[in-house]
């Protein structure tokens, strides 16, 4: 039974940084290699969830433009962690922030951030930023 489990967001003023976790458990069978693609989303409500940045197991890694420079994704495989570092957050960052997981080592290279390509998801850390 795989888990994810965000921790680490909060609220903060703009241009303040937060670093929320990702803890991954219970690595299911079908994940044949020690690191798989992951990435972080984000959703507000009655929007489209959002791809913010994905990782693989090169530490390979794909930003949205709207965060490039000021985010970023990294993976502590001894820890099974992976982590979204925010720098000089903005308002419009206000989001609930998910992690999420691919059955495969590389991810999509056509669509690393498309929702489709993941098939285990945390329940979600809240960023708030005024």
């Known amino acids: 039974h795989v888990q994810l489990v965000e921790s680490g967001g909060g609220s903060v003023q703009a241009e303040e940084s937060l670093t929320p976790s990702c803890l991954v458990s219970?690595?299911?069978?079908?994940?044949?290699?020690?690191?798989?693609?992951a990435a972080w989303f984000r959703q507000v409500s009655g929007k489209e969830r959002e791809g913010v940045a994905s990782?693989?197991?090169?530490?390979?890694?794909t930003y949205a433009d709207s965060v490039k420079g000021r985010f970023t994704i990294s993976q502590d495989n001894a820890k099974n962690t992976l982590y979204l570092q925010m720098n000089s957050l903005k308002p419009e960052d206000t989001a609930m922030y998910y992690c999420?997981?691919?059955?495969?080592?590389?991810?999509?290279?056509?669509?690393?951030?498309?929702?489709?390509?993941?098939?285990?998801w945390g329940q979600g850390t809240q960023v708030t930023v005024s």
């Open positions: 990782i693989d197991s090169d530490g390979e890694t």
């Open positions: 999420a997981a691919t059955l495969f080592q590389y991810c999509s290279s056509d669509h690393p951030l498309d929702s489709d390509e993941y098939s285990y």
């Open positions: 219970g690595t299911p069978s079908e994940w044949r290699y020690n690191t798989v693609c």
